[in-house]
């Protein structure tokens, strides 16, 4: 079955360390995100991606960092400079092109904690 | 201004209940759009797309309005499975996606 994951679903982070987030798609999009969720908001946009070894920052870019080293993979490091990273994270995909209405499609998340 | 407005409610509705959302986007070069649904505590799934000449599925209704800048959906005889946020998403050139805060619904019995 084509599909996106993540892992892990749940992750818990001390203060000051940096944490790794997995996204992996198999649909052969080439467009890949990553979101964040808080309570009560929308989806708010960290970064994106539309090719291999190429990145853009979205609008809460600070603090997180990611690659994009295979089309399939576009993991996202939280890093100890992020000063609120309590929140679920939302990888998404979608392909690009001339075709209009290319939807996105999501993983199941990660829910981040920092104790 | 916010790329994407949506009234967040509650909507709190009984089952068999007609139920209708609206949405603003800000860009007026704004390509796509879509009504996605979220569940608590799980990932947006695509309910449908919105066209420019209107469309449905099932009891669901999406209509565009261009000129306003307004996209709405219409949930009829509502169920119970129908609980849940309805997010509104536009996409802008580039293949960048807004996202409205979400819509709450929930289907009383």
């Known amino acids: 079955d084509g599909g996106i994951t993540q892992s892990p679903k749940y992750l818990f982070r001390k203060e000051g360390q940096n944490v790794t987030l997995s996204c992996e798609q198999n649909l052969n999009h080439d467009a890949m995100y990553w979101y964040r969720q808080d309570p009560g908001q929308g989806l708010r946009l960290i970064y994106y991606s539309q090719i291999v070894n190429d990145f853009q920052k979205g609008d809460i870019a600070e603090g997180y960092s990611v690659s994009r080293e295979k089309k399939e993979s576009f993991p996202l490091t939280v890093t100890s400079a992020q000063k609120n990273p309590t929140a679920f994270y939302l990888c998404a995909s979608s392909a690009l092109g001339l075709v209009y209405y290319n939807e996105q499609f999501f993983g199941p998340g990660t829910r981040l904690t920092v104790l | 201004r916010k790329e994407v407005e949506q009234d967040p409610g509650p909507f709190n509705v009984p089952e068999g209940a007609t139920v209708a959302f609206n949405c603003t986007y800000s860009?007026?070069?704004?390509?796509?759009f879509f009504w996605y649904r979220q569940d608590c505590r799980k990932e947006p799934k695509l309910l449908m797309s919105?066209?420019?000449s209107g469309n449905e599925d099932g009891r669901f209704t999406a209509q565009l309005n261009r000129a306003s800048q307004y996209i709405s959906l219409l949930i009829r005889d509502s169920k119970l499975s129908d609980s849940a946020t309805y997010l509104c998403?536009?996409?802008?050139?580039?293949?960048?996606?807004?996202f409205g805060t979400g819509t709450s619904l929930t289907v009383i019995p």
């Open positions: 860009n007026s070069a704004s390509q796509s």
């Open positions: 998403v536009v996409m802008n050139t580039g293949n960048q996606f807004y």
């Open positions: 919105v066209y420019s």
